[in-house]
């Protein structure tokens, strides 16, 4: 047994003790400690991993890109959880479940992102999305609640329909389910290769939904909206995160690429979604509905490194590079959404942008933040997400792809528009109208705002130390 | 032997008729329902595939699909029951306050 299994291990240890704790007597700090705890001791361990040799496994891979994702994971799930107290606290619900499905969920995630057998990736997958079923329909006295966690468990049930057929017609053609074992073989199946296609397809599909990209968006915005605030917040960052991981994994595997129609569907969906993704956010009031949006449209900007593969690579920069572009455009985008909903957080009766009118005036740190963190979002110099797309765009200005890159210009400054239209709103004259003597700032509230920018400013100023670690890694 | 290809086409006919069954049945059990026909589709998928290469791994992948299904309808009947309680139908059209 090495040190590899350590954080899955100390979590699943967690999730009992808080079971057991759960079943003696309630009590919602002890819930909240045991929480906080196997979070910090999992991070500890991952901590440890860094930088040092990997190991491969039939069911698991631990290269030196997997801990430093997983904890980053953990970082965007302990972000959430110190805000979890007060939250839960204001919920009028049993408080001490959320913590044990947040503990499963994150599980569910660290093995996706380790996995390297469809079996792992299947089993991680299903422990985050029953999880999260739970969590999205977690005020169930709430119709809203009630809804999202009905449309919850039909579009990830559907999601994984789709994969796991894609899963058993690719063991159908080549007997293994093993991602090794997938990548070594060539065209020789035992079946035609249009079956090949249809079983990527299939997986594509399901992907798709678990990304919420175009043609399979429809419910996102509703989810976000209906789904408790920290869930809408996890089901942004933890599950997404996790799922793209796997899909980048697989994509490389055999030769995907090499099929035409493969890449068009991903080139379609990629530019369908920078489009439509932040032109639905532009008609959007409701500030939760757009940023489900702007995360269809930021996932429709990731998806052009999937691509990459497929075309010839010109000589000035290395063949890692792709790599450290994904992960830094995950990282920059991942903090400055945990940001967000962070911030969302703190002032809970804050739903559309008219509410927000005159912030700024009233509590100038909690606006400044959010103000920085919408610059981020949309990719303004000297924020942590210029630096992400800048990694972005210049890979693929290396491979010219210009359609791709065209359209990723044109969504930028339609989302543009929708961002600076909530600062506007904040540095506004107060109208009156809004009301914000019912927001109180609490000392974690505080620290974790400027921990926020200090953060989004400080590696979007400084980004040298950041991307010279995660270039270390990916050369790992 | 049946032919492999058999199997497949019977496979894909009965995910279809379970992703018919998901898109045109407004009714939560029948939606349910679907679902398990498109597992039960995949599983009789893998189970070919196993016998046809001769490896055990499709038979495990059945026995966690099954696991799944199980859970799956556990939760998502924890919903049902939930929501005839508060609409008194399980007409997933009346779920419609989310609008944007």
Redesign the interface.
Same mark, same amino acid.
């Given at each position: 047994m090495s040190l590899h299994y350590l954080p899955a291990i100390v979590l699943i240890i967690t999730v009992l003790l808080s079971l057991t704790s759960l079943s003696l007597k309630r009590h919602h700090g002890i819930a909240y400690l045991i929480c906080g705890g196997g979070l910090l001791l999992t991070m500890l361990s991952l901590f440890m991993q860094i930088g040092k040799t990997g190991t491969t496994s039939e069911l698991f891979v631990f290269d030196a890109i997997t801990p430093f994702l997983s904890l980053i994971l953990l970082i965007v799930v302990s972000m959430i959880w110190v805000q979890l107290y007060q939250w839960l606290e204001a919920l009028d619900e049993r408080k001490e479940e959320y913590y044990l499905l947040l503990l499963l969920a994150t599980l569910g995630s660290l093995i996706m992102v380790a996995s390297n057998h =469809? #079996?792992s990736f =299947?089993?991680g997958l299903?422990l985050m999305s029953?999880s999260f079923?739970?969590l999205v329909?977690y005020s169930? %006295?709430e119709?809203?609640g009630?809804? $999202?966690?009905?449309?919850y468990? *039909?579009l990830s &049930?559907?999601a994984? $329909?789709l994969m796991?057929?894609g899963?058993? *017609?690719l063991?159908?053609q080549y007997? #293994?389910?093993s991602f090794n074992d997938l990548s070594m073989q060539g065209a020789s199946g #035992?079946?035609p290769s249009w079956?090949t296609v249809t079983g990527i397809i299939f997986i594509l599909g399901g992907m798709f939904f678990k990304l919420s990209l175009v043609p399979c968006h429809l419910w996102v &915005?509703?989810l976000f909206?209906?789904a408790p605030l920290a869930t809408s917040a996890l089901l942004a960052t933890l599950s997404k995160l996790a799922a793209f991981v796997v899909l980048w994994r697989i994509f490389s595997l055999g030769e995907w690429h090499t099929h035409a129609v493969i890449v068009d569907i991903v080139a379609a969906v990629a530019i369908a979604s920078m489009l439509v993704g932040n032109f639905l956010g532009l008609?959007?009031n409701?500030l939760l %509905?757009l940023l489900a949006y702007s995360s269809i449209a930021h996932f429709g900007y990731l998806l052009i490194i999937l691509l990459l593969a497929a075309s010839p690579t010109t000589a000035f920069l290395t063949s890692t590079f792709s790599t450290e572009a994904v992960v830094f455009y995950l990282v920059a985008y991942l903090f400055t959404l945990v940001g967000v909903f962070s911030v969302l957080m703190q002032m809970p009766q804050i739903k559309t942008q008219q509410d927000l009118t005159g912030l700024f005036w009233h509590k100038p740190t909690l606006a400044i933040t959010l103000a920085l963190l919408m610059l981020s979002l949309a990719g303004i110099p000297l924020t942590i997400g210029f630096m992400g797309k800048f990694y972005l765009v210049m890979t693929a200005v290396n491979h010219q792809m210009w359609w791709l890159l065209s359209a990723l210009v044109i969504g930028s400054v339609i989302g543009l528009f929708y961002y600076l239209r909530v600062i506007m709103m904040m540095i506004k004259a107060p109208d009156g109208e809004s009301d914000f003597s019912g927001l109180t700032m609490t000392t974690n509230g505080q620290l974790l705002n400027y921990l926020i920018i200090f953060l989004v400013i400080g590696f979007g100023t400084f980004p040298a130390a950041f991307s010279q670690l995660i270039e270390t890694l990916s050369r790992g | 032997m049946i032919s492999i290809h058999w199997l497949l086409f019977l496979s894909l006919a009965l995910f279809s008729i379970g992703v018919y069954g998901v898109v045109a049945r407004r009714n939560l059990l029948f939606i349910l329902l679907s679902l398990e026909i498109m597992l039960n589709a995949v599983v009789l998928l893998f189970i070919a595939g196993s016998s046809f290469h001769g490896n055990p791994d499709g038979q495990i992948m059945y026995l966690l699909i099954l696991t799944l299904a199980a859970s799956e309808v556990a939760v998502g009947l924890g919903l049902v029951i939930h929501m005839y309680r508060q609409h008194h139908t399980l007409d997933v059209d009346k779920l419609s306050q989310l609008r944007g």
């Amino acid at each position: 047994m090495s040190l590899h299994y350590l954080p899955a291990i100390v979590l699943i240890i967690t999730v009992l003790l808080s079971l057991t704790s759960l079943s003696l007597k309630r009590h919602h700090g002890i819930a909240y400690l045991i929480c906080g705890g196997g979070l910090l001791l999992t991070m500890l361990s991952l901590f440890m991993q860094i930088g040092k040799t990997g190991t491969t496994s039939e069911l698991f891979v631990f290269d030196a890109i997997t801990p430093f994702l997983s904890l980053i994971l953990l970082i965007v799930v302990s972000m959430i959880w110190v805000q979890l107290y007060q939250w839960l606290e204001a919920l009028d619900e049993r408080k001490e479940e959320y913590y044990l499905l947040l503990l499963l969920a994150t599980l569910g995630s660290l093995i996706m992102v380790a996995s390297n057998h =469809f #079996t792992s990736f =299947f089993l991680g997958l299903e422990l985050m999305s029953l999880s999260f079923v739970g969590l999205v329909a977690y005020s169930g %006295r709430e119709f809203k609640g009630q809804e $999202a966690g009905v449309k919850y468990l *039909i579009l990830s &049930a559907v999601a994984s $329909a789709l994969m796991l057929m894609g899963m058993a *017609i690719l063991y159908l053609q080549y007997g #293994t389910l093993s991602f090794n074992d997938l990548s070594m073989q060539g065209a020789s199946g #035992t079946l035609p290769s249009w079956v090949t296609v249809t079983g990527i397809i299939f997986i594509l599909g399901g992907m798709f939904f678990k990304l919420s990209l175009v043609p399979c968006h429809l419910w996102v &915005a509703d989810l976000f909206e209906g789904a408790p605030l920290a869930t809408s917040a996890l089901l942004a960052t933890l599950s997404k995160l996790a799922a793209f991981v796997v899909l980048w994994r697989i994509f490389s595997l055999g030769e995907w690429h090499t099929h035409a129609v493969i890449v068009d569907i991903v080139a379609a969906v990629a530019i369908a979604s920078m489009l439509v993704g932040n032109f639905l956010g532009l008609l959007q009031n409701n500030l939760l %509905r757009l940023l489900a949006y702007s995360s269809i449209a930021h996932f429709g900007y990731l998806l052009i490194i999937l691509l990459l593969a497929a075309s010839p690579t010109t000589a000035f920069l290395t063949s890692t590079f792709s790599t450290e572009a994904v992960v830094f455009y995950l990282v920059a985008y991942l903090f400055t959404l945990v940001g967000v909903f962070s911030v969302l957080m703190q002032m809970p009766q804050i739903k559309t942008q008219q509410d927000l009118t005159g912030l700024f005036w009233h509590k100038p740190t909690l606006a400044i933040t959010l103000a920085l963190l919408m610059l981020s979002l949309a990719g303004i110099p000297l924020t942590i997400g210029f630096m992400g797309k800048f990694y972005l765009v210049m890979t693929a200005v290396n491979h010219q792809m210009w359609w791709l890159l065209s359209a990723l210009v044109i969504g930028s400054v339609i989302g543009l528009f929708y961002y600076l239209r909530v600062i506007m709103m904040m540095i506004k004259a107060p109208d009156g109208e809004s009301d914000f003597s019912g927001l109180t700032m609490t000392t974690n509230g505080q620290l974790l705002n400027y921990l926020i920018i200090f953060l989004v400013i400080g590696f979007g100023t400084f980004p040298a130390a950041f991307s010279q670690l995660i270039e270390t890694l990916s050369r790992g | 032997m049946i032919s492999i290809h058999w199997l497949l086409f019977l496979s894909l006919a009965l995910f279809s008729i379970g992703v018919y069954g998901v898109v045109a049945r407004r009714n939560l059990l029948f939606i349910l329902l679907s679902l398990e026909i498109m597992l039960n589709a995949v599983v009789l998928l893998f189970i070919a595939g196993s016998s046809f290469h001769g490896n055990p791994d499709g038979q495990i992948m059945y026995l966690l699909i099954l696991t799944l299904a199980a859970s799956e309808v556990a939760v998502g009947l924890g919903l049902v029951i939930h929501m005839y309680r508060q609409h008194h139908t399980l007409d997933v059209d009346k779920l419609s306050q989310l609008r944007g």
